[in-house]
């Protein structure tokens, strides 16, 4: 389906937002489809046939690219992607955990709308998402009074001097409860993916020198070392962060026997 007196196809995008805030961005794997960006980050797209309305290509969209549900969406505005007219829609409540398939996208990420970073954001969208999502408006500074004039039978405070302003709001900020709901989040993904695979296939290399257990095995490694950098941050004055080693996980691997799925569930 193409706009009206143009030649540029129409596409249904999606601005998924979390509880915290943050709106999903993609990049899609195909970059030629239209919505796809020419392979920057954007929202989900997906481009509507001639013979469809544009809420079929949105069901489309959130069930087979994302593979979750709504009934919980709501047109928000037109924007103007590289090649392509998308109607967004807003959606905050859904049901199922969002996930892609590398056929459809390249890479996704949880960005704050407002503040989305140095991240090759397609200019359309990011004036959309400041627009729609703006920064919440720090509370307001009470006045100060002045002091009482010492001539006068009666306080008068007849000047009021402004409080220091608040300090400019984090480009990004996380509580603790808020990474260890992420931590959680990434792990219950993880798990759910590795438990779709059948028991035979589980120790099987399917990629390389890698099998499902394998992986499960891994991210249990560098879980664990993060966990401990982190309480070494916080516990240790001066202690400076130092990022887990590929190299050094990938050597211990290498003289190891391929470890058992219970033993690795276990962990």
């Not at 389906?1 to 195909?30: C, F, N």
């Not at 407002?114 to 720090?138: I, K, M």
């Not at 984090?170 to 993916?193: F, P």
């Amino acid at each position: 389906m193409v706009v009206e007196g143009t030649e540029l196809p129409i596409v249904a995008a999606v601005a998924l937002r979390r509880t915290d805030g943050r709106v999903l961005l993609v990049r899609h794997t195909d970059t030629a489809h239209p919505g796809a960006a020419e392979g920057r980050w954007t929202l989900p797209a997906e481009p509507v046939a001639d013979d469809e309305v544009v809420e079929t290509a949105l069901a489309r969209l959130l069930e087979q690219r994302l593979h979750l549900a709504s009934d919980a969406v709501e047109f928000s505005e037109s924007v103007g992607l590289p090649g392509a007219i998308a109607n967004v829609f807003a959606c905050a409540q859904w049901t199922g955990d969002p996930a892609y398939s590398a056929d459809d996208y390249a890479d996704a990420a949880w960005a704050a709308p407002h503040a989305p970073g140095a991240v090759d954001l397609v200019e359309g969208v990011r004036t959309y998402l400041a627009s729609a999502f703006p920064a919440p408006a720090p509370p307001p500074q009470p006045a100060v009074p002045a002091v009482a004039m010492p001539h006068s039978g009666e306080p008068k405070n007849l000047i009021r001097r402004e409080a220091a302003p608040a300090p400019a709001p984090a480009v990004w900020s996380m509580t603790t409860s808020d990474l260890l709901g992420e931590l959680e989040e990434a792990r219950e993904a993880l798990t759910a993916a590795y438990e779709r695979f059948d028991e035979a296939w589980l120790d099987v290399t399917l990629d390389g020198a890698w099998a499902p257990v394998d992986l499960l095995a891994h991210c249990a490694t560098v879980e664990a070392y993060y966990a401990s950098e982190s309480r070494r941050l916080a516990d240790e004055p001066g202690h400076t962060w130092r990022g887990f080693s590929p190299d050094q996980s990938e050597a211990e691997r290498a003289g190891l026997a391929r470890p058992e799925n219970r033993v690795v569930r276990a962990r």
